[in-house]
Structures are given as C-alpha cells and as structure tokens.
C-alpha cells in the first residue's frame, strides 16, 4: 500500500497526530519513522484538566498513566490547592497505546536524514515517498527566539513509608530559592512512589545533574521521606519565550514541510509545555478529508502564527519573570498569581486569558520595580534568519 503520510519523528506531537487519525481512519496508510527505540522517549507528559475539551479528555484517556483531581502550589507566604485535575502520560504507556495503533506503520530506530515535502531520505540511504510529510523532530534549535529557560531533573523514587500526599505539588517554593526561580514539583504515583523534580527558571540551560540530584535528596529529607531507591531519572530544559521572530524561525530549513510539536512552536511560552497544543493540532489535523503536503503545510504555518500572535501577553509576562524581577524574587510573581481566582489560572494555563483576566494579572502592586517592568513592554523581534536555498524541499 503507497504511504500517504510520513510523521517524521515518533515524539509526543507526532504520536498523537497519528493516533487521533487513526481512531477515525484504523486503515489509513501512515508511517512513523523514529530513530528511538521506542516512542515518545522517556518522558512523563503532564497536563491539567482544564487544558482540553470533554472530548480531548476522552480521546486521550487511553494514553492516561495517572490522574489526580487537585493540585497544590506552596511558596513562603502562601499555600494552596486548586480544584482542576491533573493527569500525566508517560512514554512508556504512549508507546503501548500508539504502537499498537500503528503495527506494522512505524519504523524504529530509523534515522531520517533529510525531510521533504513528499519524501524523506533515512541515514542508510532507502528513500520513501508519501503524500505529505510532517516533520515533528522536537526543538529545531537556532537563534529566533529569544529564550529563558525552565530546567528541571526528576528523580522516580521508593520511599521506605508513604510520603502521605493525595494531590501533586506542582510548584513547592518554599525552597532555597538559587539560579532563578525554583522550586519542586511532585507526582505522588502510589503511596511510596513519586517523580520528585528540582526545577527552576533560569536564564542558563546548564544542569548540573550531580547537584540536583542532591537537592532533591535534602528536599525529600526535609520532608520526611525516606528514599529507598531511585528507579528512574527525567531531565528538561524547556524555551520559556521573550521575543523573537516566527517567521525566522519558520523560514529555516525547507519552507513547505509541515511542522508538529517543538518543531513548529506548539507550546505555552510560560510552561515549555506542549502536549496541550499537540492535542489541538491533532484533532484539526484528523479532521482533514484529505491530507497532503501543500495543505497540511499552510495549516501548520498559519496554526504556529496564530498561536504567537496570541500569546503575545505571554511572552511580556515572561519578560518580567526574566528581565525585571531579580532572579531570587522572581519567586514573587508567581506566588501573586496563585493569589488570583482559580478560573483565570486555568485560563492562564489552557491559553485562554480574556482581556480582563490581562488586566488582574498586572493590576495592583507589583512584585517587580515598576521601571524595569514598563521596559519589558516592548517586544523585539529576534534576528533575521537567512533563508536556507531550496533543494527540491529535501532539507
Ligand atoms: C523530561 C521532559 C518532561 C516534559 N514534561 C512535560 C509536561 O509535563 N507537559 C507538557 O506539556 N510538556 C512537557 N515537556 C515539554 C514538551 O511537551 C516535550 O518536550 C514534548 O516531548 C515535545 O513533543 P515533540 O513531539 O515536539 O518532540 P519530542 O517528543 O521530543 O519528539 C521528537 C522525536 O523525534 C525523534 N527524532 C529527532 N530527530 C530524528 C531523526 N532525524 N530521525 C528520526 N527521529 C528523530 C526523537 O527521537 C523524538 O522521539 C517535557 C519535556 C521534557 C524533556
């Protein structure tokens, strides 16, 4: 059977395009081509209720390892807990899932080499033709953004006793606050296993693995959990957005391909967090009778532009976190958010702010000095990139 669609690149965008089509279409031709040996990596993939619609939650409950119904936040003058679910895939339940949609239509431990509009080139030289390609490889990289960074190490861990929580801390910053904002996010699987990460915003994308792994061993102390073993580890370094220019960013490689994920700037500027607009884009995509490469292209570029041009408030909100607040107060500005109604921190988190949610969120006394903070009005526009030539849409 002649493939009809080639997702290039078996991450979290690319794995839910292709098994939202296949939901509708169990026959439909497709291939994914991953140079893991599994999809999706080794990743816990987490999100919150209010991100999605009722029927996104129920399309992606299969993919679902766990599920709380609240979420608590804790800095030094405040301690809440938020009624809005909170679920997490895990790689290792994504592959499950989604191999077993794909069968025979996946490729792994296959290296794509170059990416076309209507084929792609793999490392050993084999060519493969499609209707249309979608190119969901993760973070292009380059210089169009201009970028702060959300940086985290997870430590899986046993405890020798419960650990005594029944919702997750998503941000526990009553800790030592150094290299930026930081704090501790903790997933409590079972009674004695949790996903335990030392994270922070900084303005560095360095880890040093041996120093948070150490922090989160005083944090788990402090907390009278005693670790028994360390079962996994997960680490991120996720672009928080300032500025920058879309269309250099888009312009890099070959300009025709449809783009997934990381790769076409599907994500919250504030979280890093992409799975919320990987679920959008895969329910417009399978929607679409026919899929091929001109379409699909002009639907990724103009979704990408849409979301940037949305999310401008974003992006002035993170320059205040990076560029006005000094980095041991930057602590401050989220500590005063969480003191704001729990439907405009959904709305905040699901990218859904109305003009009067913008206006609570600045109203007020500022955490940071007003100067620095009219400063971060202005937005500018990254380099220009230069356009890499045309090679018969094979980049
Ligand atoms: C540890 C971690 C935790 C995260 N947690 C969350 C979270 O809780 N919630 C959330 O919304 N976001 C989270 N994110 C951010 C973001 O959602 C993830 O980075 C997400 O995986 C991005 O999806 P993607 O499909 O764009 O890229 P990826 O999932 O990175 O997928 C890209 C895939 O392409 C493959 N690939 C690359 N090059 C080639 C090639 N040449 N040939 C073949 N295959 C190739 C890679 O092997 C990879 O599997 C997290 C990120 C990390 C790193």
Not at 201 to 221: F, K, V
Request: charged share 25%; net charge neutral.
């Amino acid at each position: 059977m002649t493939t009809e669609l080639i997702l290039v690149g078996g991450g979290l965008a690319n794995c839910l395009i292709a098994y939202r089509i296949l939901m509708e279409r169990p026959n439909f031709p497709l291939l994914v081509v991953e140079r893991g040996a599994s999809l999706g990596a080794d990743h816990t993939w987490s999100f919150h209720d209010s991100d999605l619609t009722a029927n996104q939650r129920r399309w992606m409950e299969p993919l679902i390892a766990h599920r709380w119904s609240s979420h608590e936040l804790r800095f030094p003058g405040r301690r809440r807990t938020i009624n809005d679910g909170y679920n997490s895939v895990t790689s290792e339940r994504l592959h499950r899932v989604v191999a077993a949609a794909l069968g025979d239509r996946m490729r792994l431990g296959t290296e794509v080499a170059k990416v076309g509009t209507n084929a792609i080139l793999l490392s050993d030289g084999e060519h493969i033709e499609a209707r249309a390609v979608i190119d969901g490889r993760g973070d292009p990289g380059g210089n169009h953004l201009d970028i702060g960074y959300q940086k985290f190490l997870g430590l899986f861990v046993r405890l020798a006793e419960p650990h005594g929580l029944i919702a997750p801390i998503l941000m526990d910053a009553t800790v030592e606050q150094v290299d930026g904002f930081r704090f501790v996010y903790t997933l409590p699987f079972s009674d004695t296993e949790a996903l335990i990460e030392d994270t922070y915003y900084a303005d560095e994308p360095d880890l040093d693995r041996n120093r948070l792994r150490s922090r989160i061993e005083d944090y788990a102390e402090k907390q009278g959990w005693a670790i028994a073993a360390i079962t996994g580890e997960e680490a991120g370094v996720l672009p928080i957005v300032l500025g920058g220019d879309i269309d250099a960013f888009w312009a890099v490689g070959s300009e025709r391909v449809a783009r997934s994920g990381m790769r076409g700037a599907f994500f919250h500027p504030t979280t890093g967090y992409s799975l919320p607009e990987a679920v959008r884009l895969a329910d417009e995509i399978a929607a679409i009778p026919d899929l091929e490469s001109a379409s699909l292209f002009e639907l990724t570029r103009r979704r990408s532009g849409e979301l940037w041009r949305r999310t401008g408030y974003y992006r002035l909100l993170n320059r205040m976190l990076f560029r006005a607040a000094e980095p041991e107060l930057r602590y401050r500005i989220f500590e005063r958010f969480y003191g704001l109604s729990e439907g405009l921190i959904r709305r905040f988190y699901a990218g859904r702010l109305k003009w009067i949610d913008k206006a609570r969120v600045l109203i007020g006394k500022p955490p940071v000095p007003v100067h620095r903070a009219l400063r971060c009005f202005a937005e500018n526009r990254g380099p220009r990139s230069t356009l890499s030539s045309s090679n018969g849409g094979i980049q």
